[in-house]
């Protein structure tokens, strides 16, 4: 993007990279208000002279940028999303408890609720270990540690990496997790109930801005039940009326945005130069 003259930031979230400031040890100030307020705070310094901005985001960037656009559309002109759908909140059923309910204890989203725990069982393996496993990740079927196990069940990492995943972006990760820890990173999770108490006053809201969302078949998020039919059946839409397109990429997983580096920067170009 900033090779085509756009202005191009990408910003570590609270807790991750050289972000400093954020404690580390509460996971109450890692709540979707809270990361939206460091966005909003952030544009307002890079950005002062623009009303709005496009965004990216993939994971839980994706998350964050859901949020941003139901809390201040005023500021985002358009949306490119990347791996997580927008989940409208349900007001009868909390986020773990619905985890549970349909993945058991073991569902990592589960395991990642008790601080200091999964942090364990992260230091026996290793971050450069536990970096390399997570990228190289492929299977689109349920994501669990079971408790003892921890990472034994899962598949050891290639030793010779994908095409799109080179050693020195490994290098680079393991340093900024070595630095950070993951207790950062963990506490978006932690904060998932409370998010969802917070939010109250939006249930039911929709997502008005412009939006395009794609996702990998192998993704492990799009294989979520109840998922597919959620996107394609105009339930999706119907939150996210301004919804211009879903894009399914086919034989890709949940890092699509390195994966299919050139593809992502194709769709967000051709989509950001309707605006």
């Known amino acids: 993007m900033a090779a085509l003259g756009y202005r191009a930031v990408a910003p570590d979230l609270r807790g991750y990279g050289d ?7 509460d996971s109450t100030k890692f709540t979707t208000l809270h990361v939206v307020g460091d966005i909003i705070a952030l544009l307002d310094v890079i950005a002062p002279d623009e009303l709005q901005v496009f965004v990216v985001g993939h994971d839980w960037g994706a998350t964050i940028a859901w949020s941003l656009c139901l809390y201040r559309p005023d ?3 358009a949306l490119v999303n990347l791996s997580v759908h927008f989940r409208p909140r349900n007001p009868m059923l909390k986020p773990v408890d619905m985890f549970r309910a349909i993945f058991g204890d073991d ?3 589960c395991r990642f609720q008790e601080p200091g725990v999964i942090e364990a069982e992260f230091a026996q393996v290793g971050v450069r ?3 390399k496993k997570i990228l190289t990740y492929r299977d689109p079927g349920t994501f669990s540690f079971p408790k003892g196990k921890g990472f034994e069940c899962f598949p050891d990492a290639p030793d010779i990496l994908p095409s799109w995943l080179s050693e020195e972006d490994v290098d680079y990760y393991t340093s900024k997790f070595k630095k950070t820890g993951f207790t950062g990173g ?5 904060a998932l109930d409370l998010n969802w108490e917070l939010t109250a006053p939006w249930t039911e809201a929709q997502v008005q801005v412009p939006t395009k969302f794609i996702v990998g078949d192998l993704d492990l998020v799009y ?3 109840g998922t597919k ?7 999706f839409k119907k939150y996210v009326p301004l919804l211009d397109e879903v894009v399914v990429m086919e034989g890709v997983a949940h890092f699509l945005n390195q994966e299919k580096s050139d593809e992502i920067n194709q769709h967000i170009l051709e989509f950001i130069k309707k605006f």
């Not at 972000?19 to 040890?25: C, Q, V």
């Not at 039919?229 to 339930?235: I, P, R, T």
């Open 75 to 77: 500021r985002v002109k």
């Open 129 to 131: 270990e536990v970096v």
């Open 223 to 225: 294989n979520v039940p």
């Open 107 to 109: 569902h990592y989203i």
């Open 229 to 235: 039919e959620f996107l394609h059946g105009g339930v």
């Open 186 to 190: 963990l506490n978006y999770y932690r």
């Open 19 to 25: 972000t400093t400031g954020a404690p580390l040890h």
